[in-house]
């Protein structure tokens, strides 16, 4: 089955430090990778994607995303947290095998915290 | 802003009633996809709709249904409302295929009491 984990439901990090948010995905075809991040009472705000190609992903605002096969895993990192980073971040996993249906399988969220 | 527009932003339903939720997807994209998310949880998918037609369902029942136009504008109803129905209501449009990122409007948050 399909699903993808984030082990941690909060991560605190002080402003200027580097950040890692976790992820750990399962799928039976080729995983495509997605970070979101939603800000209270908004819909999600996409960041960045993993499709195939160069394990290391860049996308907006600075974060970056690295992609490991074997460790099944794809977390997202920035070298240096901002407060208004502070937001809920989803990791989310579409199954290359699930033809041309969109679905998307999301982790529960973790919730960044970047004090000053 | 992605684009993606939905409508209303909140609404107050009584168990039992029906409620019709709408959305604008963004210019270009000819998929929409709908997702409940309760408090606290993460997103989970209710179904897509791929040029007018269903093209993919997730574990709700038949009580959920929805709509694609000509346009790519989309509607989710809901009938028989439960309590448990009580969550962000999220639209997303996409290009076709399993490789293009969802755009998500900002969301309708449903209270059912």
């Known amino acids: 089955a399909q699903s993808v984990a984030q082990p941690e439901d909060q991560v605190n990090v002080a402003e200027g430090n580097p950040l890692t948010v976790k992820c750990t995905y399962s799928v039976s075809g080729n995983p495509y990778l997605f970070w979101y991040v939603q800000y209270p009472n908004r819909g999600l705000q996409f960041l960045l994607k993993y499709i195939t190609g160069d394990n290391l992903v860049k996308g907006s605002y600075g974060f970056e995303a690295e992609f490991n096969k074997s460790q099944t895993s794809f977390h997202l990192k920035k070298p240096s947290a901002l407060v208004s980073d502070s937001a809920l971040y989803f990791c989310a996993v579409r199954d290359g095998s699930s033809g041309n249906t969109g679905k998307l399988i999301f982790g529960q969220g973790t919730t960044l915290q970047v004090k000053p | 802003e992605t684009g993606v527009t939905q409508s209303p932003t909140h609404l107050i339903k009584t168990r039992g009633q029906q409620v019709t939720l709408r959305c604008s997807s963004q210019?270009?994209?000819?998929?929409v996809s709908w997702y409940q998310q309760a408090l606290g949880q993460g997103p989970q998918f209710i179904f897509q709709y791929y040029r007018e037609e269903e093209n993919g369902r997730g574990n709700f029942p038949p009580r959920f249904s929805g709509l694609q136009f000509p346009n790519y504008s989309s509607e989710l109803n809901v009938n028989a409302l439960e309590l448990d129905d009580s969550a962000l209501y999220l639209c997303?449009?996409?290009?076709?295929?399993?490789?293009?990122?969802?755009?998500f409007g900002q969301g309708t948050r449903l209270t059912v009491v």
């Open positions: 997303a449009s996409s290009a076709a295929g399993v490789s293009t990122e969802a755009f």
């Open positions: 210019s270009g994209h000819n998929t």
